[in-house]
């Protein structure tokens, strides 16, 4: 198996990797001015998407410009939700430099989508599978089998099994793990097989036991609203379930974005982020809390309902929401998510609504996740001068955005010119990938295995910590070649 690094090697962006010169994994862009994709380019017979983030999916439409046009195999939330990505990008950057695909091209997506559920195998770049256009190499002939596993990262998000019957490659995509229960050393799901797919439907997981009363610091609001253990036991994303699959694997292609950081406890970043909150509407502010569409925004609609934060959603944001609760078998809790979105009030942006908005003391979660764009425009403009108000960020913000220059400066360039912001500026982590301590426990089950690591920003250090710890690890950079 020839693996070629197209993107996303000691970097954290536009994701690809090349099997064979015939399947594509992932096919993402850099999030940048201006933005940045995969180097070279590229035919293949079929394209096998983790996830619909735009580092993942972003330029997969481009690839559909020809006339040899591969099929792409990936779960149903990440068809559906690519789809709204790439009609957003159009939108926001056709027919400029910044967008490398048209409306034909987004319209193809549909007609070349094969939807896969977790755990059902199926066969890539054989003949009679894909739209294969063999030259000559080994693999196009016979084929991959391909797996999808719970990642636990976004609804749909998925740890890739690549078999071509020699060598199994475990992609695993961008992913996230359940803290344990304190005291315990697992999560008690069952392992592979008792996991995440079961768990995604709300009935392999709990949040409502008693466990910790030792220091009763719980908000009135709380306790009016959630019940003590619904918020004390919090182990995870309110979203979707851990990852908690493990299948076996000769190579580990594994994701390092926190290898060097531990995660506080769920529980308490969501209580900060709360108090912090209800405290500056309390003190007459508005707090603008820019978030991802896709997995971040319904979250953050998941904590405020649990803490009784009044919330307002604004952007694409508000459009996911209504895509992902057609899938209830891959969120975590479907009726959690319903009562979060009746909690939660909706922004049309008609009629001058978000300047009366920006105005109120309340709560706006609204894209985009790094201010590079959607309503956020509107309101931190309207907000920056008075420091009663606050900007919370959610997510992590590429080098290079204006969440990234806001948090290092106290400024950001936004709606064409550069700002001084006054507005209190906090952030809070809650990260939908694992720590280094879910790193390492998710490789304790790949000693014997080959680790490439990517998409990181210090990919070559954590490859040479698992070194010294014991595993074959290395991580490659873009333009290389790895044979397996």
């Known amino acids: 198996m020839e693996l070629r690094f197209l993107g996303g090697a000691r970097e954290v962006g536009r994701s690809a990797i090349l099997i064979d010169e015939s399947l594509l994994l992932d096919?993402?862009?850099?999030?940048?001015?201006?933005?940045?994709?995969?180097?070279?380019?590229?035919?293949?017979?079929?394209?096998?998407?983790?996830?619909?983030?735009?580092?993942?999916?972003?330029?997969?439409?481009?690839l559909l410009s020809g006339t040899d046009r591969p099929d792409i195999h990936w779960t149903p939330p990440t068809a559906d939700l690519a789809r709204t990505l790439a009609r957003d990008t159009l939108k926001l950057h056709g027919g400029t430099p910044q967008c490398p695909f048209a409306e034909t091209e987004v319209a193809r997506m549909s007609q070349h989508s094969e939807r896969h559920g977790y755990r059902e195998p199926f066969e890539v770049c054989a003949s009679g599978t894909d739209a294969s256009r063999s030259s000559g190499h080994g693999p196009r002939d016979k084929g991959y089998e391909v797996t999808f596993f719970n990642a636990g990262h976004i609804p749909g998000s998925a740890h890739v099994l690549v078999d071509d019957g020699d060598t199994r490659l475990l992609y695993t995509g961008d992913f996230?793990?359940?803290?344990?229960?304190?005291?315990?050393?697992?999560?008690?799901?069952?392992?592979?097989?008792?996991?995440?797919?079961?768990?995604?439907?709300?009935?392999?997981?709990?949040?409502?036991?008693?466990?910790?009363?030792?220091?009763?610091?719980?908000?009135?609001?709380?306790?009016?609203?959630?019940?003590?253990?619904?918020?004390?036991?919090?182990?995870?994303?309110?979203?979707?379930?851990?990852?908690?699959?493990?299948?076996?694997?000769?190579?580990?292609?594994?994701?390092?974005?926190?290898?060097?950081?531990?995660?506080?406890?769920?529980?308490?970043?969501?209580?900060?982020?709360?108090?912090?909150?209800?405290?500056?509407?309390?003190?007459?502010?508005?707090?603008?809390?820019?978030?991802?569409?896709?997995?971040?925004?319904?979250?953050?609609?998941?904590?405020?309902?649990?803490y009784d934060v009044p919330c307002y959603v604004d952007g694409m944001g508000t459009e996911v929401t209504t895509?992902?609760?057609?899938?209830?078998?891959?969120?975590?809790?479907?009726?959690?998510?319903?009562?979060?979105?009746?909690?939660?009030?909706?922004?049309?942006?008609?009629?001058?609504?978000?300047?009366?908005?920006?105005?109120?003391?309340?709560?706006?979660?609204?894209?985009?996740?790094?201010?590079?764009g959607g309503p956020a425009m509107t309101y931190v403009p309207e907000i920056r001068a008075n420091p009663v108000n606050k900007i919370c960020l959610t997510g992590y913000q590429v080098?290079?955005?204006?969440?990234?220059?806001?948090?290092?400066?106290?400024?950001?360039?936004?709606?064409?010119?550069?700002?001084?912001?006054?507005?209190?500026?906090?952030?809070?982590?809650?990260?939908?990938?694992?720590?280094?301590?879910?790193?390492?426990?998710?490789?304790?089950?790949?000693?014997?295995?080959?680790?490439?690591?990517?998409?990181?920003?210090?990919?070559e250090v954590f490859a040479a910590e698992l070194s010294e710890r014991g595993y074959e690890a290395s991580a490659p950079a873009i333009g290389d070649t790895v044979v397996v």
Not at 36 to 62: E, I, N, T
């Open 323 to 372: 895509q992902v609760r057609r899938y209830p078998e891959y969120l975590r809790d479907a009726d959690a998510m319903k009562r979060a979105k009746s909690h939660a009030r909706v922004v049309s942006g008609r009629d001058g609504q978000r300047k009366r908005i920006a105005a109120d003391n309340t709560a706006i979660i609204t894209t985009s996740g790094m201010l590079s």
């Open 176 to 306: 996230h793990i359940d803290e344990p229960d304190e005291g315990d050393v697992s999560d008690g799901d069952g392992g592979e097989d008792g996991g995440a797919e079961r768990a995604a439907g709300g009935t392999g997981h709990r949040y409502g036991d008693d466990r910790s009363r030792r220091r009763d610091r719980t908000p009135d609001y709380v306790r009016k609203t959630a019940g003590l253990g619904d918020i004390e036991s919090v182990r995870g994303q309110r979203l979707v379930a851990g990852s908690t699959a493990r299948p076996d694997a000769d190579i580990v292609l594994v994701e390092s974005t926190y290898s060097d950081l531990t995660h506080d406890r769920r529980a308490a970043i969501e209580r900060r982020f709360a108090e912090s909150v209800r405290t500056t509407i309390w003190e007459g502010g508005t707090v603008v809390i820019p978030a991802f569409a896709i997995g971040r925004t319904q979250e953050l609609m998941l904590v405020c309902d649990a």
């Open 27 to 62: 096919y993402g862009l850099l999030t940048g001015t201006p933005p940045r994709y995969p180097v070279g380019k590229v035919g293949p017979d079929a394209v096998v998407v983790s996830h619909s983030h735009l580092d993942h999916v972003g330029a997969v439409p481009a």
């Open 399 to 459: 080098e290079g955005t204006p969440g990234r220059e806001l948090v290092e400066t106290g400024r950001a360039e936004i709606a064409g010119g550069v700002i001084p912001v006054s507005a209190r500026v906090e952030q809070y982590d809650f990260s939908a990938h694992a720590d280094r301590e879910g790193l390492l426990g998710f490789l304790d089950s790949y000693t014997e295995s080959k680790v490439l690591v990517n998409h990181g920003d210090r990919c």
